[in-house]
């Protein structure tokens, strides 16, 4: 089933790093240069965009204050996610994407924190700290990871969605390492969330 689920997500588009950005809270510098995308961002910074997926020769790069910091990226047009190449981040890094989200066997994932999630976080729990995620009607997309995801340590890695599937790696050093399955999930732990 993950195999057929993963084969249609990678068969249908062409991936290149994300298009089509919108700053709707915080700021954000964002440049492309051959296939380096670099995002210079305020921390809890707000971004959606149109389509948001990794070429498998591409690097999405989001440079951030410190380790505390963090950046929502929050896809609105209607692509699964594909995260075939490098996204790194010296800061926590949110992706909210309905429509599905696939790591591939070659994705390569280095952030100071990782949140991937098919559920929604509003903008105010976010820049609050909450972690309250809830599907959008009509949706019920996996999150499948093939890849290698690692943190710095104490770096957090949570993946959320209707289904979630690791068959990929994932290192997380004295953090936490979440893999969330249903229509909502609620962290109690609020602490480590957020937009600081």
């Known amino acids: 089933m993950t195999v057929a689920v993963a084969a249609c997500f990678a068969g249908r588009f062409a991936y290149a790093n994300p298009v089509g950005p919108t700053v709707v809270s915080g700021r954000a510098s ?5 296939g380096l995308l670099s ?12 389509q948001f997926s990794i070429g498998a020769a591409e690097t999405t790069r989001f440079i951030q204050q410190s380790a505390a910091s963090t950046v929502l990226n929050r ?7 594909i995260i075939l190449g490098t996204l790194q981040s010296n800061g926590r890094v949110f ?4 429509n599905g989200m696939f790591f591939g ?5 280095d952030v100071a924190g990782l949140v991937a999630s098919t559920l929604n976080i509003s903008n105010d729990d976010f820049l609050a700290g909450r972690m309250n995620f809830s599907a959008d009607p009509g949706y019920a997309a996996p999150v499948i990871n093939m890849g290698n995801i690692k943190t710095r340590p104490g770096g957090s890695v949570y993946l959320i969605g209707s289904a979630v599937d690791n068959q990929g790696v994932i290192n997380a050093p004295g953090g936490d390492i979440v893999l969330a399955a249903g229509s909502s999930v609620r962290e ?8 600081g």
């Open 30 to 34: 964002i440049t492309s240069s051959g």
């Open 39 to 50: 995002v210079i961002n305020t921390p809890g910074a707000i971004i959606n965009w149109q």
């Open 75 to 81: 896809v609105v047009g209607v692509d699964p996610s």
């Open 95 to 98: 992706l909210i994407n309905p």
């Open 105 to 109: 066997a070659n994705a390569r994932i």
């Open 188 to 195: 109690r732990d609020e602490s480590r969330a957020g937009g």
